[in-house]
């Protein structure tokens, strides 16, 4: 392999008449800093975004269903295993709900809400949370769900409860 007259690494070992202004300038930038310092950053982004989620600690069932792109604020209202009703981490009674609701909303009924409620939460609970907002007027109420498809626990519920099922 050749070296050129301007190569930098070499201009370091010619002999020259010409001194210091006979040598080349090194026009090589070296992006191992950059790297390390952008590799530092994601891992520390990666770290810290989940611990970014607002709400109160629950098990999503889950579902088949792909996430939602949304790009306004959504107001959060999760339901717990025992049936205490929060909005984003502030417990609330089921008849302050809704009052409560449209008050974080100030008057903007089309923002969406969010419910996350536990897998093991009573379904009539979860209902009449749904219903109590959609009685007050929002028209965006998006039911919440970790995606991955069913969970482990719904399928062993399933295949205990009917027992008499052709396996297949």
Same mark, same amino acid.
């Given at each position: 392999?050749?070296?050129?007259? &301007? #190569?930098?690494?070499?201009?370091?070992?010619?002999?020259? =008449? $010409?001194?210091? %202004?006979?040598?080349?300038?090194?026009? @090589? !930038?070296?992006?191992?800093?950059?790297?390390?310092?952008?590799?530092?950053?994601?891992?520390?982004?990666?770290?810290?975004a989940?611990?970014?989620?607002?709400?109160?600690?629950?098990e999503?069932?889950?579902?088949?269903?792909?996430?939602? &792109? #949304?790009?306004?604020?959504?107001?959060?209202?999760?339901? =717990? $295993?025992?049936? %205490?009703?929060y909005?984003?981490?502030e @417990? !609330?009674?089921?008849?302050?709900?809704?009052?409560?609701?449209?008050?974080?909303?100030?008057?903007?009924?089309?923002?969406?809400?969010?419910?996350?409620?536990?897998?093991?939460?009573?379904?009539?609970?979860?209902?009449?949370?749904?219903?109590?907002?959609?009685?007050?007027?929002?028209?965006?109420?998006?039911?919440?769900?970790?995606?991955?498809?069913?969970?482990?626990?719904?399928?062993?519920?399933e295949?205990?409860?009917?027992?008499?099922?052709?396996?297949?």
């Amino acid at each position: 392999m050749a070296l050129s007259a &301007n #190569d930098a690494f070499a201009a370091g070992r010619r002999k020259s =008449r $010409r001194g210091r %202004r006979g040598r080349g300038t090194l026009s @090589e !930038i070296n992006v191992t800093p950059m790297v390390d310092v952008m590799l530092v950053l994601l891992i520390i982004f990666m770290i810290s975004a989940p611990l970014l989620t607002v709400g109160v600690p629950i098990e999503l069932p889950k579902t088949s269903a792909g996430a939602l &792109n #949304d790009q306004s604020q959504p107001i959060t209202v999760s339901i =717990r $295993r025992d049936g %205490r009703i929060y909005i984003g981490e502030e @417990e !609330i009674a089921f008849s302050g709900l809704s009052d409560r609701a449209i008050g974080l909303a100030e008057g903007e009924l089309a923002r969406p809400i969010y419910v996350r409620a536990d897998g093991a939460a009573q379904y009539a609970t979860v209902a009449q949370v749904m219903a109590a907002l959609s009685t007050s007027g929002f028209t965006r109420i998006n039911l919440i769900t970790d995606t991955g498809g069913p969970s482990t626990e719904a399928a062993a519920t399933e295949t205990q409860a009917d027992p008499a099922a052709p396996s297949g």
